[in-house]
């Protein structure tokens, strides 16, 4: 495909991310044309209306309709970044496939399949070799987290002779500074799923299931201005691909930990055990509703919360291996995100800023011909180093974190 195709981008999904990903792309002169896509043809028109660019248009389209994306899929566009919610990702690269059209999303509906669930393993068994066969690229879950830990994962493991151990860590000290008793700063219909999914572990060789939100408690120390929460594992995308997908350096360990607020924790059981977790339709009163729609539909959405929240979030890829000099070594390879920052750049909380922005830096990296694979991959089969230099530049710092057994513990940045 020609570089010059690759200048017209779709953004399928005009929520919190989608948003970002279109202020970001609205900001790389070499791109021709940006077309906002949503089942809400006024929500499309106000992220392209933010943007007041001529390149911008926005369009109606329902992504669980194959021959619609395709159909809304301009003629000369060369790249879709779906930012909508996972359970169409399949759809959406079906109909990307068929367009001619790469593929980006930011996640899956994690590692574990369940019915109605898509998975990012479904999606390379299915896709892999037909994108190849088209010289198409898929690049599957290239947010922060999945995306910027896969690709953190990936530089460590290229820089170490041995690597045992890799735990994901995600933990912020958010508040709301806004009137709402409850609100998540990215998809509530998203966190729901992951938290209560059975999370994902790569232990001792294998894979296994844990206890949702019971499973792998520790407390952790995040860098400053974070500092120590208390996390637990969760199902996320990274345990079900990083020892697979990796060079195989001696992983015996693979697991995602996330820090999750108390009250949450309560509201996630309580729903739980009343059903209210649950995607099947029942009768209420003769009419069909699903229980996890009622209970989404009353929280405020990443838009709405824009500028609600304050605080720091820190995303990051911890390791554990042995050095080429023979030292034992622990990483931790992060960012970190403010929501002041954030706001600043483009009026989006740090939550859903941090995972637009890696698909704008992807675009970057394809039209500047250092992404050129093909088929259907996830972040850490690519080259993890040019990501270092454009990471940055997108005001998202990475910083290393060294716990030696040679030397005393130290910090300074990756890039």
């Not at 999606?123 to 690709?151: M, S």
Request: charged content about 20%; proline content about 7%.
């Amino acid at each position: 495909m020609s570089t010059d195709h690759k200048r017209r981008v779709m953004v399928l999904g005009a929520g919190g991310v989608g948003q970002v990903v279109a202020k970001g792309l609205q900001r790389i002169p070499a791109i021709t044309s940006i077309t906002v896509a949503d089942i809400s043809e006024e929500r499309a028109q106000a992220v392209v209306s933010s943007l007041n660019d001529p390149r911008a248009h926005a369009a109606r389209v329902d992504a669980r309709d194959v021959d619609a994306v395709i159909q809304a899929i301009p003629a000369d566009c060369g790249i879709v970044i779906h930012a909508g919610i996972p359970r169409f990702n399949l759809l959406v690269m079906e109909a990307c496939l068929r367009a001619g059209v790469n593929y980006m999303d930011m996640a899956a509906d994690g590692p574990v399949e369940l019915p109605g669930l898509v998975t990012v393993q479904q999606q390379i068994k299915e896709y892999d070799q037909r994108f190849k066969e088209k010289g198409l690229l898929a690049l599957l879950g290239i947010g922060v987290d999945p995306g910027v830990t896969n690709i953190l994962a990936r530089w460590a493991v290229d820089h170490l002779a041995t690597v045992e151990e890799i735990v994901i860590y995600d933990g912020d000290n958010s508040m709301l500074r806004a009137s709402y008793a409850f609100a998540l700063p990215f998809s509530p219909d998203t966190s729901i799923e992951e938290c209560l999914q059975p999370p994902l572990s790569y232990l001792d060789g294998k894979f296994e299931l844990g206890a949702p939100l019971d499973t792998g408690i520790e407390v952790f120390n995040f860098p400053d201005p974070v500092g120590p929460l208390t996390v637990r594992t969760v199902s996320h995308e990274e345990a079900g691909t990083l020892p697979v997908y990796l060079p195989n350096k001696g992983l015996t360990r693979c697991e995602f930990k996330y820090a999750l607020p108390d009250d949450y924790i309560n509201i996630l059981r309580v729903l739980k055990t009343l059903g209210l977790d649950s995607e099947e339709a029942i009768d209420v009163k003769g009419v069909k509703v699903v229980p996890r729609n009622v209970v989404t539909a009353l929280l405020p959405t990443p838009t709405d919360l824009a500028n609600a929240f304050e605080g720091t979030s820190c995303v990051g890829t911890w390791v554990r291996g042995q050095t080429y000099e023979g030292d034992s070594v622990e990483w931790y390879l992060y960012t970190l995100g403010s929501h002041a920052t954030s706001w600043q750049d483009m009026e989006a909380n740090a939550t859903v800023w941090q995972a637009g922005i890696p698909s704008v830096v992807a675009v970057e990296l394809m039209l500047s011909g250092e992404i050129t694979e093909i088929g259907a991959l996830v972040p850490e089969q690519l080259n993890p180093e040019p990501w270092l230099r454009k990471l940055p530049e997108w005001k998202m710092p990475l910083y290393k974190r060294e716990v030696r057994s040679s030397t005393l513990e130290s910090a300074h940045a990756l890039a």
